[in-house]
């Protein structure tokens, strides 16, 4: 009679640092203001999904839509009462952002302050990783 045994060896690990589980996007008081105010004007969306699409001269920009839904692959970030879904194509790209809204006397944009990003364009509209 032939019997298996599983074995498991259990062994202590020093010096290891357990890191806290953040969230792929972080969205600053100001970006949550804005969607707040934004989505106040359409009650028929649950949120804002974030995603990339590739355009412009360095490969990568951002895009901004209202959803009605979460998708089969997004990611859902809630922060302050805001829920943001992140596309499947973008999860890896967003990794440790923040989400920033910027108002100045010429403009207001959502801004993405990204640690991954290896280069950007002159204008600052597209990205590469």
Do not use: W
């Not at 298996?4 to 020093?14: H, Q």
């Not at 959803?67 to 967003?94: C, N, P, W, Y």
């Amino acid at each position: 009679m032939a019997s298996s045994v599983m074995r498991a060896t259990v062994r202590a690990v020093s010096k290891r640092k357990i890191q806290a589980i953040r969230a792929a996007l972080t969205l600053t008081p100001s970006a949550v203001q804005k969607i707040k105010q934004l989505l106040k004007d359409k009650p028929e969306h649950v949120g804002v999904k974030v995603g990339v699409c590739t355009r412009g001269c360095n490969g990568l920009s951002y895009t901004l839509e209202y959803t009605k839904s979460k998708g089969d692959s997004d990611e859902e970030v809630v922060q302050d009462g805001i829920r943001i879904f992140i596309e499947k194509k973008a999860q890896l790209t967003l990794l440790g952002t923040e989400m920033d809204y910027v108002e100045d006397k010429l403009s207001s944009e959502f801004v993405f302050n990204n640690p991954n990003i290896k280069g950007t364009c002159g204008c600052g509209e597209s990205f590469n990783i």
